[in-house]
Structures are given as C-alpha cells and as structure tokens.
C-alpha cells in the first residue's frame, strides 16, 4: 500500500503527506546540527556568562553589605564602649574633684583656725607682757612716789593737818600731770 | 450542511489538499530541487543565530533591552524546560540542545503566520523526523552514557518495584513506549498540527476568497464574510499552537532527557 503511494506520490496526483523527502530529512538535519553548533559558539556562552556574572554580583553584593553591617555594629559597640569608658571616667574626675576639694577646705579651714589661735595667742601674749611691764614699772613709781610722799610728810610738821592735807593734794596732782 | 452542499453546488470551488504543501522549486542545484520550504528552513537557523547571537554577545550583568529579551527566551528554555526536567544536577548540558530546538521549531512554525512567507515549515514531515530522529539520538545516548547500555535498556524497560512474569508483559510495552514510539510521536504531533493548521487556514482564506468574489449563489456571500471571521479566528488560534507545539517538543525532549539521565525512576 506504501509503495503504490509512493508511486503515485512521484506521479504528482495523490500526494501522500506523510511520505518524507529524504532531501528534507538531510537538509533538516543539517541545518539544525549547524544550528546546534553555532548555538554552543555563540549564544550559549554569551548568557551563561551574564548569569553567572549576575549572580556573583548579587551574591557579592550581599556578602558586602553584610560586612558592611558587621564592621558598623562593631564601631557602634566600640564607640558605646568609649563612651561607657569616658563616663565612668569623667564620674571618676567628678568624684576625686569633690573630694581634693573637701580636702582642701579642710585643710584650709584648719590652716585658719591655727592662724586665728597663733594670731590670738600672740595678742594674749602681748597683752600680758605689756601688763607685766605695767606692773613692774608701777610697782617701781609706786616705791618711789610712796617714799617722796613719805619723805614730804614726815619733812613737813605732821601737827599742821591742813598742811599735810595740801601737801598730799599737790602730790596727787603732780602724780596726775606726770601721768598727762 | 447547508454551506457544504452550497460550496458543492458553485462551479469549482477550491479543495486544499496534500497538494498544496507541494509547492514548485524556486530553482534547481544538479538533480536536487529547492522548495521554500527549504529556503525557509535555512534562513531560520540564520535568522536565530543572528538574533541570539547579537543578544549574547554583550553579556552584560545590566541587560540591554535586546539581552534582555534574549535572556528571556534563553532563561524560558533553560530554567522553565531544562532545569525542572533535568534537574539542576546536570542540566546544563543539555541547555543548547534544547535552546536549539525550541528556537528551530518556534521560528519554524511561526513562518506560517508571517505574512508573504505564510508557510509553516514543520508541515513537511521531513523537518519534524529530522529534528525527532536527533533528540532520540540524544535522549538516548543521554542515557547510555550515564548507565551503560544494558543497565540503561533495564533503566528504560523495567518499571521500578516490578518483579515476576508480569515482566513478560511490561517490558516490550515499556520498550515500544519509551524507545520505538518516542520519535514517531514527536514527528507526527508536530507535523500534524502544522499541516492540518496550515491547511485549515488554506481552506477558509480560499473558500473566502471563492465565495465573496467568483461564486454566483445568493448564500455565497453570507458564507463568505463567515469564512473570512474564520480565518481571523483560526489565525489567532494558530498563533497559539504554533507556540504550544515549539514548547511540547522540547519539554518532550528535555522530560526524555531527565528520565534516561534519572538515577532511579
């Protein structure tokens, strides 16, 4: 049956659709395996390449910005670091100051009260030295005034009492200009 | 029925046929005549490398418009069809094979809707065999390749969990299935649906033609306006199938691919 189809095939009246030409086949065939290899030549390697290219930038991407995030967590904790660190050393500072000043005031304070207790003494010192001396010399005049009055009154007649008594008042006035 | 006895009736209306897919040779090289067909078939590997090549070429990490639409043709056939196939073990491989005939096909067949051109080369069953004769070729070296040939006819044959004299009846029919039928079935589904596509497409634009221009009946013009929204329709539906048919052939060829190279099935 094939073959009387064929036959009428090559006779041009009833072509059978399914008979391929063997030159079809060939030229298919060809054409598609030359298709094949410029495919591998020229396409393939093309776009294999941008994907492959593609995916080591995403790929590099990511792994950049994950470094990125890792360096920049790093120096957030380093500078809370520093700033924990300066901190606690400015309360430190703060702390000593305080104290150094306390210090100081106390110091100060007791430097004072030593000068005022020297100053204080000194003066009591003075004072009693200038008293003493006073004393001395008064105790000295007194001697003597006590025996020149003695002296005027016994020389004097010690019966006249009015003289006496003048004689006693002159005294204490010339005591009170020596004195002036 | 009433438009069939009416075409019967008119005085001779065109028939599309078998012979329609006869066309005359453009000129002759010694014994060996070149049809269009023929002619076709050659520019399209032209036109593909040119194209794809022009696409590729730059490999840029930031497409180009061109690049872009290359890659995703390229990235259609092999991430789509080759990888979910194959699996992504050794698909790469396989990827130009497959790129090659999907495109081969594609162009092909949308020849038939290019308007001059109008001729799907795949309606000549040669084309198809061809094309199905070397993905068998493939798919089955594939698989020589990665069993051996006695261990890839048993990979082939012989169902998984199988065991007993109900092998008598699975192994030939497994045989028949996997090994002999294969390329027919690729050839014919693709011729067929050209052919019978482009036939259809013949039949109303010429019966189009006949009716609203050379045929005397009074229904002649009625059927003719219907024969021509036809024609419209089926071109649209060509456009589809013609796509569909460049697409099942490769997945075809990449699921026979992956089921020869498959560790266990």
Known sequence: MISTRLVAATEGEELNPLIPHAAEIVLSAVVFLLLLFLIVKFVVPGFEKAYKERTAAIEGGIEEAQAAQKEAQAALEQYNAQLAEARHDAARIREEAKEQGAQILAELRADAQAEAARITAAAHAQVEAERAQVVAQLKSEVGTLATELAGRIVGEALSDDERSQRTVERFIAELEESAN | ?265
Not at chain 2, 57 to 67: C, D, K, S, T
Not at chain 2, 84 to 108: C, E, M, R, W, Y
Request: hydrophobic content about 55%.
């Open chain 2, 1 to 265: 029925m009433s438009l069939a006895s009416t075409l019967a009736a008119a005085s001779g209306p065109p028939s599309p046929g078998p012979a329609d897919f006869n066309l005359p040779a453009i000129f002759e090289v010694g014994a060996l005549e070149v049809t269009k067909p023929m002619v076709l078939l050659a520019f399209s590997a032209v036109l593909i490398v040119a194209l794809f090549a022009a696409s590729a070429r730059p490999a840029a990490v930031v497409p180009g418009r061109l690049q872009f639409a290359g890659e995703m043709v390229y990235g259609f056939v092999r991430n789509g069809i080759a990888r979910d196939n194959i699996g992504s073990h050794d698909f790469q491989k396989f990827v130009p094979f497959l790129f090659a005939v999907f495109t081969f096909v594609f162009v092909n067949n949308y020849y038939g809707l290019i308007p001059v051109v109008q001729f799907p080369a795949m309606s000549h069953i040669g084309f198809p065999l061809a094309l199905a004769v070397i993905t068998w070729l493939v798919y089955n070296g594939a698989g020589i390749k990665q069993h051996g040939f006695l261990g890839y006819l048993k990979h082939e044959t012989v169902p998984s969990g199988m065991k007993g004299p109900i092998l008598v009846l699975l192994v030939p029919l497994e045989f028949l299935s996997n090994i002999l039928l294969r390329p027919v079935t690729l050839t014919l589904r693709l011729f067929a649906t050209m052919f019978a596509g482009h036939l259809l497409l013949l039949l109303f634009s010429l019966g189009a033609e006949y009716l609203l221009l050379h045929s005397e009946n009074t229904l002649a013009i009625p059927a003719g306006i219907a024969s021509a929204i036809l024609f419209v329709g089926i071109s649209f539906l060509e456009i589809l199938v013609m796509f569909l048919q460049a697409y099942v052939f490769t997945l075809l060829a990449s699921m026979y691919i992956g089921e020869a190279v498959a560790d266990e099935h």
